[in-house]
């Protein structure tokens, strides 16, 4: 067994003891723990409660937008602090202190290994969440096509997208293959990808079904999913903590690993005639992640590797990012900066990344990222079982289980990147998923991120 595997099984060893002691203590909280239910004269904000079935509750609030008031009420899911408004953070000797002018109304900071919650502000708060919604979106349905199904578009297909929709450039007519959609989908946050895939997994109400199910499944009781694409809709919420357990468990997918780091790549276009010839050319699209692909006002961010960023007139702009350094894969959410400068929700998250670096080792937790509720019955590791969560090729073929790093900024059709995602070793989730862990809520990423030069 290579080192770095056999470090990573003695830390998880070390860590599943002390795990199974506190189980009668934590697990009950986890896995029955209640949806929350701020008032909506408090909030403002929509704040349709999730049922069992993923439809909202007749008690939600019309309103459009959201207040600047976080509701008295919060779920306390994870640890009590994560319910309470405002900043909540335990700084011990050394510790830095949070960044200044942090002007999100919602943002956390945890560990993507450990689930360890370092800092958080309203964590809970149910907001509109814009296209960072994409992130449950793939981790719902990205297992279920091979990349290399090819579809032709169709009608309907792109019926019913929100007016001012990011697009991709998807054709009427035109065929694509699951790869290209994804792509559409992570790098160019296009609703006419989504809306595609949508159609080709049932239609828009059954994937808004299998996204609710799948929430409650990852313990996501602050959201309701009303359209998949993320696009504004009456009773559409989230939170910061949320999206962090959406990315946390999409990042256990090597295909999700692969196109949220994906800084640039080919993209079919219109097939035209000339002279008799058909003729069919690609042009290149970039991630509009700008802490991956830089800006004019802020550089790349060392170590990122994705995950989802989002803007819309209700939800402002919101962003999750994950990154590595020596060693440590921090997750940070934001959520509508009340700062509008350029880029603002991209700074105030590698302010927090930053932060994060340094306290680590140095802070107390105030909470935790719950484990999905399967979790407790068999193992804690999302990938456990290789051809249900990474891909076998049988049943939806969405990411094979390898050895190596993915090669997550150089897409299948040679464009360009700077950057190797998260990558999951396949022996290893073997070798956990037969130790039958139980409550085990460690999720190791021993290929962690990387810069390519």
């Known amino acids: 067994m290579p080192a770095p595997m056999m470090q990573t099984v003695r830390r998880t060893l070390l860590v599943t003891s002390a795990t199974l002691a506190s189980l009668a203590l934590t697990a009950p909280a986890s896995l029955a723990a209640p949806s929350p239910s701020p008032s909506p004269a408090a909030s403002g904000s929509p704040s349709a409660s999730v049922s069992p079935s993923g439809s909202p509750s ?13 509701p008295a009420n919060m779920s306390s899911l ?9 900043t909540q953070v335990a700084i011990a000797g050394g510790a830095p202190v949070l960044p200044k002018d942090l002007t999100a109304r919602s943002w956390i900071v945890a560990d993507a290994e450990s689930g360890d919650v370092l800092a958080a502000h309203n964590a809970h708060w149910r907001l509109p969440p814009a296209s960072t919604m994409k992130m449950l979106f793939a981790d719902t349905v990205l297992p279920r096509f091979p990349k290399s199904t090819v579809h032709k578009v169709e009608a309907k297909d792109l019926a019913g997208m929100g007016a001012g929709s990011s697009l991709v450039g998807i054709k009427e007519g035109e065929t694509y293959t699951v790869h290209d959609l994804w792509l559409g989908v992570f790098l160019r946050s296009g609703n006419d990808a989504v809306h595609v895939l949508s159609q080709m997994n049932g239609g828009i109400g059954e994937t808004v079904k299998d996204m609710n199910e799948h929430a409650e ?34 990042l256990q997918k090597q295909d999700f690993r692969e196109y949220c780091s994906t800084v640039t790549a080919k993209f079919p276009g219109e097939t035209t005639k000339k002279k008799g010839k058909t003729s069919r050319g690609t042009f290149e699209i970039q991630n509009t992640n700008r802490l991956l692909s830089g800006d004019y006002d802020i550089s790349q961010y060392p170590g990122i590797a994705g995950v989802k960023n989002g803007n819309t007139t209700n939800a402002g702009a919101t962003f999750t990012g994950v990154a590595e350094r020596n060693g440590k894969v921090l997750l940070v959410t934001v959520m509508n900066p009340e700062k509008t400068d350029h880029n603002e929700v991209y700074k105030e998250t590698a302010a927090l990344l930053d932060w994060g670096f340094q ?15 399967g979790t407790a019955q068999a193992s ?6 290789p051809s249900a969560s990474e891909g076998s090729g049988q049943a939806g ?8 790093p993915v090669a997550g900024a150089v897409t299948e059709s040679g464009s360009g990147g700077m950057w190797i995602a998260l990558a999951i070793t396949g022996g290893l989730l073997a070798l956990l998923a037969g130790g039958g862990y139980l409550v085990n809520r460690r999720w190791p990423l021993p290929d962690l991120v990387r810069r390519r030069r």
């Open 58 to 70: 007749t008690s939600v609030s019309a309103s459009a937008s959201p207040s600047v008031t976080p």
């Open 78 to 86: 994870g640890g009590t602090r994560l319910g309470q408004a405002g």
């Open 217 to 250: 499944e990852l313990q996501a009781l602050d959201t309701n999913v009303v359209s998949p694409d993320g696009y504004d809709a009456p009773h559409q919420v989230s939170s910061a903590y949320d999206l962090t357990l959406f990315a946390r468990s999409g």
């Open 359 to 373: 306290a680590a080792g140095k802070v107390t937790p105030v909470g935790e990222l719950v484990a999905p509720k």
């Open 380 to 385: 804690a590791q999302p990938g456990a079982n």
């Open 397 to 404: 073929g969405a990411g094979d289980v390898s050895a190596k």
